[in-house]
């Protein structure tokens, strides 16, 4: 059924034929196989049902795509690698899914302007790994950066692992290549580090979750490889302690390019699950933290480092990845928890972010709350880019859980969350979102007034409102 707000003024079959003529029968999937696969994220709550899913492979073939939705009042999903958590993606309201997969040319690596240019369709490891090619360095790093598509990344305003020493999605893009609802293609591609020549359209995309315009194009920042990093884990006593690390880097000067923590539960769950999977510590802890520093100079910056956590009382154990092999497994227990509790359980996520100088008042309080709300077959994990004040709050119950009911269950506890996070000033989506899943809650975030100037960009931008209708906010 096409979206409510919206009654398309072409039959099904005569948009299809339309497309078919435009890319060719290859490129526009309407088996139900594909439209299931196609028409779906990784949040898999929300039934895929696209009207059909076209393949474009140009800047001028989705221009043609949306200029005949937007004439014709077809509602349009723009997506990219799938990989979103919280159903950005999903068409499942009769759109046209409009994946951007072919358009993954690499056009250009500028090695003295440090700028790549790319297609919205190129994965992030294609990107990172151009990078590496010359020489240099795409320092946005997530743990789906195989499948992820920089198109899908802009969209969301992605963050990753090395957003503390980097930024995120926003710091890298220099300039973008946007089509319109009207098909218009706005060209935002100059790539200069300064331009304050009028307001920055680009910025105003970046993170829209594909309601304001389809990411065709981007310019991206490079830079310099980092050097000999350096990498450990430590097992810490008490949640106090980890902004207190967090302290003791910045005043040591440490060069920090990662600070994660996970859980006691996730590392369990992550060594069940993962195959190969080890830690490097005898006794259990209650938190870990992984640390990874830059360390250019040639003394033992880490182990000092360490030293001194040690001697505040603020580390129990630590261990240090003593080659490429060790890297790669400690940082694995990190970066496989997502897919190690979608295979442990059924999951409900959470992605919030406080002030750091918050989070401990704040996980004392959900301490308490999650003591007196917990069913006992529900496990509550944590983990996260805790040196970002981001933290993600998985909520895991056994797969033979009726699912209606666990999401009922874990949505009580998670509004007594967003209620608490609120009274702390911060934000229900760190940085996956909004989505499908999400929008009855930005109300704990964003004002009135936020969301009201929202609604009203978006119909400036699209007055049909043919773009990802549903998502972030309804109309
Ligand atoms: C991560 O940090 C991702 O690994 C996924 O943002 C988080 O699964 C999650 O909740
Ligand atoms: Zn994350």
């Given at each position: 059924?096409?979206?409510?707000?919206?009654?398309?003024?072409?039959?099904?079959?005569?948009?299809?034929?339309?497309?078919?003529?435009?890319?060719?029968?290859t490129?526009?999937?309407?088996?139900?196989?594909?439209?299931k696969?196609?028409?779906?994220?990784?949040?898999?709550?929300f039934?895929?049902?696209?009207?059909?899913?076209?393949?474009?492979?140009?800047?001028e073939?989705?221009?043609?795509?949306l200029?005949?939705?937007?004439?014709?009042?077809?509602a349009?999903?723009?997506s990219?690698?799938?990989?979103?958590?919280c159903?950005?993606?999903?068409?499942?309201d009769?759109?046209?899914?409009?994946?951007?997969t072919?358009?993954?040319?690499?056009?250009?690596?500028?090695t003295t302007g440090?700028?790549?240019?790319?297609?919205a369709?190129?994965?992030?490891?294609?990107?990172q790994?151009?990078?590496?090619e010359?020489?240099?360095?795409?320092?946005?790093?997530?743990?789906?950066?195989?499948?992820c598509?920089?198109?899908?990344?802009?969209?969301t305003?992605?963050?990753?692992?090395?957003?503390?020493k980097y930024?995120?999605?926003?710091?890298?893009?220099l300039?973008?290549?946007?089509?319109?609802?009207?098909?218009?293609?706005l060209?935002m591609?100059?790539?200069?580090?300064?331009?304050?020549?009028?307001?920055?359209?680009?910025?105003?995309?970046?993170?829209?979750?594909?309601?304001?315009?389809?990411?065709?194009?981007?310019?991206?920042?490079?830079?310099?490889?980092?050097?000999?990093?350096?990498?450990?884990?430590m097992?810490?006593?008490?949640?106090?302690?980890?902004p207190?690390?967090l302290?003791?880097?910045s005043q040591?000067?440490a060069?920090?390019?990662?600070?994660?923590?996970?859980?006691e539960?996730?590392?369990?769950?992550?060594?069940?699950?993962?195959p190969?999977?080890?830690?490097?510590?005898?006794d259990?802890?209650?938190?870990?933290?992984?640390?990874e520093?830059?360390q250019?100079?040639?003394e033992?910056?880490?182990?000092?480092?360490l030293e001194?956590?040690?001697?505040e009382g603020?580390?129990?154990d630590?261990?240090?990845?003593?080659n490429?092999?060790?890297?790669?497994?400690?940082w694995?227990?990190?970066?496989?928890?997502t897919e190690?509790l979608?295979?442990?359980?059924?999951?409900?996520?959470n992605?919030i972010?406080?002030?750091?100088?918050k989070?401990?008042?704040?996980?004392?309080?959900?301490?308490?709350?999650l003591l007196?709300?917990?069913?006992?077959?529900m496990?509550i994990?944590?983990?996260g880019?805790?040196?970002?004040?981001?933290?993600?709050?998985?909520?895991?119950?056994?797969?033979?859980?009726?699912?209606?009911?666990?999401?009922?269950?874990?949505?009580?506890?998670e509004?007594?969350?967003?209620?608490l996070l609120?009274s702390?000033?911060?934000?229900i989506?760190?940085?996956?979102g909004?989505?499908?899943?999400?929008?009855?809650?930005?109300?704990?975030?964003r004002?009135?007034?936020?969301?009201?100037?929202?609604?009203?960009?978006?119909?400036?931008?699209?007055?049909?409102?043919i773009?990802?209708?549903?998502?972030i906010?309804d109309?």
């Open positions: 059924m096409p979206h409510k707000h919206l009654s398309p003024k072409v039959m099904r079959s005569d948009a299809v034929a339309f497309f078919k003529k435009l890319l060719g029968e490129y526009v999937l309407t088996g139900e196989a594909d439209l696969a196609w028409g779906t994220d990784w949040t898999k709550v039934e895929p049902k696209p009207l059909c899913v076209v393949l474009p492979s140009s800047t073939d989705v221009s043609k795509i200029s005949y939705c937007n004439t014709n009042e077809l349009v999903t723009p990219g690698g799938r990989t979103g958590l159903a950005g993606a999903v068409a499942s009769g759109e046209i899914v409009v994946n951007l072919r358009m993954s040319k690499i056009m250009a690596v500028d440090l700028t790549l240019t790319a297609e369709g190129v994965t992030t490891q294609a990107l790994d151009a990078a590496k010359n020489g240099l360095f795409f320092p946005l790093d997530l743990a789906s950066k195989g499948t598509q920089i198109g899908g990344n802009i969209a305003n992605a963050g990753g692992v090395k957003l503390i930024g995120g999605t926003r710091e890298q893009v300039g973008l290549e946007v089509v319109l609802a009207s098909g218009e293609i060209d591609n100059v790539a200069l580090r300064k331009n304050n020549s009028g307001y920055d359209l680009k910025h105003l995309f970046i993170g829209s979750e594909g309601t304001l315009g389809i990411v065709t194009k981007a310019v991206l920042r490079l830079m310099p490889k980092p050097r000999n990093l350096q990498l450990a884990i097992a810490v006593g008490d949640f106090i302690s980890i207190k690390i302290a003791v880097c040591k000067s060069s920090v390019t990662a600070f994660e923590f996970f859980t539960v996730a590392h369990k769950i992550v060594l069940q699950r993962l190969g999977a080890r830690t490097p510590f005898k259990i802890s209650p938190f870990y933290v992984l640390l520093i830059e250019p100079g040639r033992p910056e880490l182990e000092e480092l001194a956590l040690f001697e603020l580390i129990t630590a261990a240090i990845a003593a490429s092999t060790q890297f790669k497994e400690f694995g227990l990190r970066e496989n928890i190690s979608a295979a442990h359980g059924q999951v409900r996520k992605d972010s406080l002030a750091i100088d989070l401990d008042g704040f996980v004392k309080a959900l301490q308490v709350l007196s709300k917990r069913p006992k077959d496990e994990v944590f983990f880019h805790i040196g970002d004040g981001n933290l993600h709050i998985n909520y895991v119950s056994p797969k033979t859980r009726d699912s209606k009911d666990f999401h009922a269950e874990a949505r009580e506890i509004e007594g969350v967003f209620k609120a702390f000033k911060g934000s989506s760190a940085e996956h909004i989505g499908l899943t999400k929008k009855k809650d930005l109300h704990f975030t004002t009135d007034s936020e969301v009201s100037w929202m609604r009203m960009t978006k119909k400036m931008w699209d007055p049909k409102g773009l990802n209708p549903g998502k906010f109309l």
